[in-house]
Every structure is written in C-alpha cells, then in structure tokens.
C-alpha cells in the first residue's frame, strides 16, 4: 500500500480475496490466526486513504459469500461486478474476437457452435479455437472445419482421446451404458436433444453422451428430475441387460446425488418444503441442521435418486429393442452425430403437452 501511494496513480490488485478475506472468527485459532491479522492490517491500509489520493482497490474472488462484512462496506470496498459465464450472444461475440486471422472453411457453423458450448468461459472459447487450428495445420488442411471445431470442444469439455485396451465386454458395456443415457433422454420431454455420442475413451471416461443445453435462467423441479433420470440411464441399462453393474457410472451417480441434495436442501424442492437447509459448511463451523433433520435430508435425497432410478429402468424396458439397436450402433461405429441418432432411434418428441 505504502508502494501504491508513492507511485500513484495507482491501483491495487488483489486475486483470490476470500484466501485472506473471510468472515473472522470463522479461524480455527480465532483472532490469533495469521489471515485474520493481514486482514486486520488491509481493513486499516483501505480506511488511511485521503480523497486526494489516485489509489484504487480491486479484488477478485468467486467465494464473495463468506467475506467479512467490514472489507465489503461501503467506503472499502464500494462496488461488485459478477462476472458470469457468458450466454449465447456472449460466446458469439469471443468467438468473433479470437476468430480474426484464422482461416474456417465455408461449413463451420457458428450458430451451432455457440449453442453447443454453454458453460464455456471466454479462456475455454480461446482454448477451443486454437486447439481447433491446431488440429487443422496437423491434418493439411488450408482452413479450420467444422468437424475441428467440434473435435477441439469435446476436447475442451472432456480431454483428448485415449487409446485404452478393452476387452469386448467392456465395449458392449460401455456401449449399453451411453445408449442407456441417449434413451432416457430421447424419451424425457424437457431435456434437451443429444448431438453426439462416443464410446472412445477421453480423460477418466470410457464414452459420453453430449446433450446440446439451452441456456437457462431458471431450472424447474420437472428439468432436474429428469436430468437425475438421464444421468441414472447408463446404471440403469447395465443392470437391465447385464445383470449387473460396473465403477463407470460412478460419476454420474456422484453428480446426480449432488444434484438432489440441492434440491433437497437449496431450492426446496423435497417434501420437507420451502426450507434452505445448506449443509456445505467448513468442518469448523457450526451446523444449523439437527441430526434428526440431517436423517430427514437424506431420507429424501435417496428418495429422489430411487425414483430417478426407477423412471429410467421403465423408459429402458419400454425401448429395449431400441435400446439394443443403439448399443450396436455405436459398437460399429464408436461414435454417432445426432444425424445418425435420429436415423437409429427417430426424432425426439416435442414439448407440446408437457408443462413446467
């Protein structure tokens, strides 16, 4: 600060606040923890300066919830701006900037590729075109494609393919468990269409199913119902045709649970009503939830997870010849585009009678 005022004007940039600014007392040593007493001294640094002094303060941090009170009041810390993922017409606009000088062949769609990139940040944006060039100069080609594109975001989202030796049985398994996915999908009203499918091995995955999201404002209770239910499909066709079960669905059973637990305990969407009963606490903090009301939270989160369950096994058994064509399919050709689904399976059905 000393530094700052000496060469000013200036400004002060501090990354990851939340490191050195959380709430005090939140210490598992109190006020004699070190953080506490840098926060001290930034707290007094920020109210020594003079109106005629040209020194700004910045700061960064994606946890602005558990900052202390005094760094965030007015007079220290005056204003906020959220940064957020951009939307669609954000990723256009990147898209165009970190596009300029590169070459892209006539059937790169830039439409699709921004509808297919949601969650994406301005750096995974940049990422996935200079991987996508990258691959293009490989291959010989004059211009960027658009199979590069979408080559450099599945890259992006899931890492690059690996060559892993599998057995035939793990193929077919792994064939059952995206097609199972796929169906789910195909058969729930509000989830959103599917535009790729893969058995090839990529990062810690040995297939994926990509859905092409919308982006959203809000998520209704019937979205995220199904969206358990889809994630539940590979489990789901694995135990229908297998009579057993595999580690490869894992995650998806990692993410669907932590999908109900929100539901459960953020947006009240449980039989335990409109309550927040956020247990996401430090180990040092105390909990607001009783053990009896923590028994009552799982109770329903499992609830919610068996009946996701449940609704995939009915949606597989009703299309098991579907089901056993898609995993064949993708057998002979490891990977299908929605094209190629939509001939397997046929059109997924509109959403003229469903209601959110």
Known sequence: FNNAK?????????????????????????????????LNQILVEMDGFTPNEHVIVM??????????????????????????LPD???????????????????????????????????????????????MAARQNKKAIEMSNLEEAATRVKLGPEKKRLQTELDKRMTAYHEAGHALVAWEMPHVDPIYRMSIVSRGMSLGHTMIEPVDRIHETRLHL???????????????????????????????????ARAMVTKFGMSELGPINLDTDRNFYEPSEVSQAMAAKIDTAV????????????????KLRGKLD????????????????????????????????
């Open 6 to 38: 000496k060469h000013q004007p200036a400004i002060i940039f501090i990354d990851e606040v939340d490191a050195i600014g959380r709430q005090r007392g939140a210490g598992i040593m109190g006020g004699h923890d070190e953080r506490e007493q840098t």
């Open 88 to 134: 669609i017409n954000g990723r256009k606009a990147i898209l165009a900037i970190h596009a300029k000088g590169k070459p892209f062949a006539a059937d790169v769609d830039w439409e699709k590729t921004s509808k297919r990139t949601v969650g994406f940040s301005g750096a995974d944006l940049e990422n996935m075109l200079n991987e996508s060039a990258i």
């Open 59 to 84: 700061a960064a941090t994606n946890r602005p919830d558990v900052l202390d009170p005094a760094l965030v009041r007015p007079g220290r810390f005056d204003r906020r701006v959220a940064l957020e």
């Open 225 to 259: 119902l199904e969206q358990i239910a889809v994630m539940m499909g590979g489990r789901a066709a694995e135990s229908l045709v297998f009579d057993d079960v595999t580690t490869g669905a894992s995650d998806d059973i990692g993410k669907a649970t932590q999908v």
């Open 302 to 317: 499992k609830n919610i997870m068996d009946e996701a369950y449940k609704q995939a096994i009915g949606v597989l058994n």
């Open 325 to 356: 064509m898609l995993a064949e399919e993708l057998l002979k050709c490891e990977t299908i585009e929605a094209d190629d689904f939509v001939r397997v399976i046929g059109p997924k059905k509109a959403l003229a009678t469903a209601k959110n």
